[in-house]
């Protein structure tokens, strides 16, 4: 019997799980340099703490590029360590769901009219015991759920870094090209005041002149708040304060490439890639196992096995002052009468079948969000280019001319010639296909990290200003 017991007791504890030496960061490492080449560290010593921040601190030594700032933020956002966190709470999880439950202990005694009865009962839920392998597999698919979730957290911050580091950038160009027409602005300014001290010009042109300059100037305020707020979006990313705000970013955004890459089954590389989906078929395989167990333990919830040993002293009455010693067993369990587990079992097939259909359905949102991201990332190439190679050429011809005619009005005829009025109009025009042109090429790097999220994590997200509302509100 107590070898019995000893091989029981070997083969629980052979099943208990162990902590990993990594967490399972080993895998959420490697996925997260599979899918963009960056490397993640859970920092949870002063040592690891220190060697994370001098990489940020070689990184921000000069300017940085999209992908130095991703690798900053992967280093230096305290939310993505949370997630992290959350990975090591779920590994937790695991590990007890693999141990075995522990023994009670009940004791009693009871005495009276010079007799004592004692009585020791050591308790297990057999049920428990029963249960383990399928609750420690349960367990095991939810801490593999936790490293693709940890792994999602990762990627999307790093989509999010790219998206808001291109804002930033293009924010703080399009304030560099209002400023400069500010300045042109303003020697106009004086060269009309100039002439009007020599007794030439009207008012109207002054007023003109003078109702442009508090427009560039209105124009160059919102530019600049909007150059603010991008900068510290991405600075929170970056997880950046003190001494670390001083750093720099490139003056303009990097141009378009040459041709743009054309796809290679891009519904089918989101299917086999997408993070997400991985995480919901984990979730389905985990619901599945738990309907098992729930219908394997549909008319029995409580079932327990107790060892008695009873000790009743000397009694004159009956024993002559010999004492008795008892041995037995107790098995205690609920009879199924009004619960029989069906409303259990219904709710856990139900739950199985919600988490069927939410990965068919983020199946097809997946591939909804793949050809949608391509097609944007194709869109607005071509419009970007368009706006290089057409717009603004001709728009430029056209304000060469105007300024030409203008500066020339005394020597050109007078159907030839340019007055303020057509000349600031021009200068407003030529301001909005500048900055629809930048706008353009910001949407297409925001499309560029668009499509990598939407093979990998989903969540698409397009530009909420394009080239035509940009223009729109430029030339009111």
């Given at each position: 019997?107590?070898?019995?017991?000893?091989?029981?007791?070997?083969?629980?504890?052979?099943?208990?799980?162990?902590?990993?030496?990594?967490?399972?960061?080993?895998?959420?490492?490697?996925?997260?340099?599979?899918?963009?080449?960056?490397?993640?560290?859970?920092?949870?010593?002063?040592?690891?703490?220190?060697?994370?921040?001098?990489?940020?601190?070689?990184?921000?030594?000069?300017?940085?590029?999209?992908?130095?700032?991703?690798?900053?933020?992967?280093?230096?956002?305290?939310?993505?360590?949370?997630?992290?966190?959350?990975?090591?709470?779920?590994?937790?999880?695991?590990?007890?769901?693999?141990?075995?439950?522990?023994?009670?202990?009940?004791?009693?005694?009871?005495?009276?009219?010079?007799?004592?009865?004692?009585?020791?009962?050591?308790?297990?839920?057999?049920?428990?015991?029963?249960?383990?392998?399928?609750?420690?597999?349960?367990?095991?698919?939810?801490?593999?759920?936790?490293?693709?979730?940890?792994?999602?957290?990762?990627?999307?911050?790093?989509?999010?870094?790219?998206?808001?580091?291109?804002?930033?950038?293009?924010?703080?160009?399009?304030?560099?090209?209002?400023?400069?027409?500010?300045?042109?602005?303003?020697?106009?300014?004086?060269?009309?005041?100039?002439?009007?001290?020599?007794?030439?010009?009207?008012?109207?042109?002054?007023?003109?002149?003078?109702?442009?300059?508090?427009?560039?100037?209105?124009?160059?305020?919102?530019?600049?708040?909007?150059?603010?707020?991008?900068?510290?979006?991405?600075?929170?990313?970056?997880?950046?304060?003190?001494?670390?705000?001083?750093f720099t970013l490139p003056t303009e955004?990097?141009?378009?490439?040459?041709?743009?890459?054309?796809?290679?089954?891009?519904?089918?590389?989101?299917?086999?890639?997408?993070?997400?989906?991985?995480?919901?078929?984990?979730?389905?395989?985990?619901?599945?196992?738990?309907?098992?167990?729930?219908?394997?333990?549909?008319?029995?919830?409580?079932?327990?096995?107790?060892?008695?040993?009873?000790?009743?002293?000397?009694?004159?009455?009956?024993?002559?002052?010999?004492?008795?010693?008892?041995?037995?067993?107790?098995?205690?369990?609920?009879?199924?009468?009004?619960?029989?587990?069906?409303?259990?079992?219904?709710?856990?097939?139900?739950?199985?079948?919600?988490?069927?259909?939410?990965?068919?359905?983020?199946?097809?949102?997946?591939?909804?969000?793949?050809?949608?991201?391509?097609?944007?990332?194709?869109?607005?190439?071509?419009?970007?280019?368009?706006?290089?190679?057409?717009?603004?050429?001709?728009?430029?011809?056209?304000?060469?001319?105007?300024?030409?005619?203008?500066?020339?009005?005394?020597?050109?005829?007078?159907?030839?010639?340019?007055?303020?009025?057509?000349?600031?109009?021009?200068?407003?025009?030529?301001?909005?296909?500048?900055?629809?042109?930048?706008?353009?090429?910001?949407?297409f790097l925001l499309a560029v990290a668009?499509?990598?999220?939407?093979?990998?994590?989903?969540?698409?997200s397009p530009s909420d200003s394009g080239?035509?509302?940009?223009?729109?509100?430029?030339?009111?």
């Amino acid at each position: 019997m107590r070898r019995l017991a000893f091989l029981v007791l070997s083969a629980l504890l052979a099943g208990c799980a162990q902590f990993s030496p990594d967490g399972g960061m080993d895998d959420v490492a490697s996925g997260v340099r599979k899918e963009i080449g960056k490397d993640v560290v859970k920092i949870s010593t002063d040592e690891q703490a220190a060697r994370a921040r001098e990489q940020v601190a070689a990184l921000l030594a000069g300017p940085l590029s999209a992908e130095q700032a991703v690798q900053i933020a992967l280093l230096n956002n305290r939310t993505l360590q949370a997630a992290y966190n959350d990975l090591g709470i779920s590994e937790a999880a695991y590990v007890q769901a693999s141990l075995p439950p522990n023994p009670g202990l009940s004791l009693l005694r009871v005495a009276g009219t010079g007799v004592a009865n004692f009585e020791v009962r050591l308790i297990e839920d057999i049920l428990n015991l029963i249960t383990l392998p399928r609750r420690t597999a349960i367990a095991a698919e939810r801490f593999g759920q936790a490293r693709y979730r940890a792994i999602a957290a990762t990627l999307r911050l790093a989509a999010d870094t790219r998206r808001i580091y291109v804002r930033a950038i293009a924010s703080r160009q399009q304030v560099g090209f209002l400023e400069q027409t500010r300045a042109t602005a303003d020697t106009a300014a004086r060269l009309i005041a100039g002439i009007g001290e020599a007794g030439g010009g009207d008012q109207l042109d002054h007023a003109e002149i003078a109702a442009f300059r508090a427009e560039l100037g209105a124009r160059v305020a919102q530019a600049k708040l909007r150059a603010r707020q991008d900068h510290e979006a991405l600075v929170r990313l970056l997880g950046l304060s003190g001494a670390d705000l001083a750093f720099t970013l490139p003056t303009e955004l990097p141009p378009l490439p040459s041709s743009p890459e054309s796809p290679v089954e891009i519904e089918v590389e989101a299917i086999k890639r997408r993070v997400d989906l991985e995480i919901a078929r984990r979730e389905v395989t985990a619901l599945a196992k738990s309907l098992s167990l729930t219908e394997a333990t549909r008319y029995v919830s409580m079932l327990q096995l107790s060892g008695i040993f009873n000790n009743e002293t000397a009694n004159p009455l009956t024993n002559f002052d010999t004492p008795i010693n008892r041995g037995g067993a107790q098995i205690d369990l609920q009879i199924p009468i009004f619960d029989t587990g069906e409303a259990r079992t219904r709710a856990a097939r139900e739950t199985y079948m919600r988490a069927l259909n939410l990965l068919a359905g983020k199946a097809v949102d997946a591939r909804s969000e793949a050809r949608i991201a391509y097609e944007s990332y194709r869109a607005t190439y071509d419009i970007a280019r368009s706006w290089r190679d057409q717009v603004l050429p001709l728009r430029q011809a056209v304000s060469k001319e105007i300024m030409l005619r203008y500066s020339n009005g005394v020597l050109v005829g007078e159907g030839m010639r340019v007055d303020l009025f057509k000349y600031l109009a021009d200068a407003r025009v030529r301001i909005a296909a500048n900055a629809a042109a930048l706008d353009a090429r910001r949407d297409f790097l925001l499309a560029v990290a668009d499509l990598q999220a939407a093979l990998t994590i989903g969540g698409v997200s397009p530009s909420d200003s394009g080239p035509a509302a940009i223009t729109s509100s430029a030339m009111q």
